[in-house]
């Protein structure tokens, strides 16, 4: 899944000038914080997509850029030295043991935080604690970034709601606001269970759509809700699989279950696609390629 | 002139040793805990530990601090008084001698005097609540009723006070090591366990939360009446605290002391408690049947002896199964490690009883222990109230205000509370207020330079 996310990253945010890039990624951002922060069922879906692009990418940045993030969100973090490293590493290596996690290697990065702020890895036994410190690896500093991450953005969620409600949404109403109100009823989300077909998406028109502003397991598994239809759907399938996959396995294994998930075969019952919720709460084995691409990367 | 008065009145009953104990056989009669309230119970001691510095002349000091410190006491008849609180160690001294508690506890020390309380709000700005409390641990021995067999209930004996003495070595070295905790004074209960009092700067301001999570980093226990298995270390490893806990403790204490004093193997019934504990029927089946053949043979040695077959049998390799990777560990643990009170931890408004008092059902005193010689301590020889007072009054009069408890063999507990306890932390609660001062007057001087 994380090769899935850097594609699609590759096919969508390249451009030649830095800067450009740098827009596109902030101005997608603001626009679907506008799109999604006007239900709690919308917000809660953001919240989760957003969260988890948040972590695959803090993830990527140099250990430079994360002690900059962690200054920023105010999480006294020190990184701790490769001497340092070398003193503590059996005992680290006893903790990551007994929580079946990976093991420190020699380029593992570390974070030395007081105790007092990661309550919940200290009270499962998930850190190495010595004389007040915890020795958090880089896998929980993540998730407690990304709680972190949340929590701002639910915060400025709530308050672009309520700044939409009171003025923005008059304002708008003859420019923006339509395309606010639609944009998030043409794609998929909380909605989706409903089967309702918004609108009819053919082929050609679901990679410029899903380029500039689906997200990314939108892009690859709402195309039924968008009305797109079977035929269409098998062929987007097959084109986006046989890269992985092969054309002829592609026919056996996968082209018998979109029909299945169609109605036209098997139990003839039209499957709404799952939603998010569903998905993200299903772990896909090794040789998978479903699931919610933003749960299941490591 | 009252002190003499209450002296002088009870002449009659201190002279003849004998009678005094005819009252109560383990010593304890509200006579003689007035006696003791008057004479013995060390007012200054404790005043200046809760003040933590603020009693001083510094301009830092928070002349409301003492005050804001909910106290409660225990009356003879089960009568409770809460949000109890003194201004200073007169009004301590007053208050305690006047109504002469059966016990008293030591609460948190609130945002207002607790005597003002009804005049804040539970929420909002003007706020009644705590902001700060010691980190504090209560460990009882009935808590291990499941594993000892030597006494069970209120009693305790030498060969169940072990487990104590475990606890506090264990839970003492995590404190100081893992959490880099300095000031811990370990208190006796007065009959059962033992009670662990953190005092640092950064102790008292922990939020619930964060007490929360240290009991739970200490928690392995996991009693209930149903799991046959109470401790269950999953991990292809132990966390570096359980393995240190473990090697400099547990497992001698288990094997050197535990097999035998509680004779863990002797009977059926005790050998099929620990055959429990092994999640694969085939390897207690195989110990079950072994020790079933066994004829009369050596009765010395059968728990050392049975105790290695199990071992033995779970750490061949023979047998290879999830649940058995620590299963070893996890009988060791289930019989020693400490099992502590987890919400007497987690939250910062739970009263614990204060240092010094004397329990009424055994009359001995809460002393202090010394953690670093905690296996010296017996729980069996520690001063009882009438005691105290036979040897106050064998020692003689004495001059009015001098340190009486010198003369008893409660001065040792107050000596060592003393020079190992509380001028460590008044020097330590001296440093940081004076430190925090200063950079508050260097941030404000900065400020004003234009």
Redesign the interface.
Known sequence: MEKLVAELWKANMRHPQASELMSKDIISHFVLRLVYCRTEDLRKWFLSMETALFRYRFRLQSAEAQRAVLAEFQLPYKAVTAAEFEAIKDKLTLVARSINQTLPAADSIFYEVPFQEVPELVAGRRVFLSDGYAYVAMNQVVSLVATRFRSLLSKALTLTNRKWMSTIREQEKDRLTPIVEALSTSYVGPDYSVGREFGEVSLKDIDNVAKNSFSLCMRHLFDKGVGLKLDDAVAFWKAEFSQKVGAERFDKEYAYSIRHNYGKEGKRVDYTPYSCQKIISLTPSVGDHHGCPYRHFR | MVIEEAVNGRDDMLIDGQMADQVLPSGFNPNFLKLYYVKLFPYGDIFRWMSYGNDGKHPACDKSYFGRRELSFTLENDIYLRFLSFNSVSELEKGIREKCPFKIDIGPVYSVDPAKRHAYAQSGENVFKPVERELIFDIDITDYDDVRYCCSGADVCLDCWPLMTAAIKVINTALR?????RHILWVYSGRRGVHCWVCDG?ARR?TN??R???A??FRVYKGSENSKKKVSLT?????????RSYTEVLKDLFEQTLLSSQQIFSTEDKCEKVLEMIPDESVSAELRGRWQKRSSGSKDNINAVRWEHLKHTLQSGRHKGQGLRRCVEEIVFSFSYPRLDMEVSKHMNHLLKAPFCVHPKTGRVCVPIDPVHCHDFDPTTVPTLSQLLQELNSGGMGQEGDNDWDRTSLGESVRFFRSSFLEPLLKSCKEEMESAYNSKLQQSKNSMIW
């Open positions: 090591d893992d959490f880099g905790f950064k922990l939360e964060q929360a999570a240290i739970d980093y991990g292809h490893a132990l966390h570096p605290f359980l393995v």
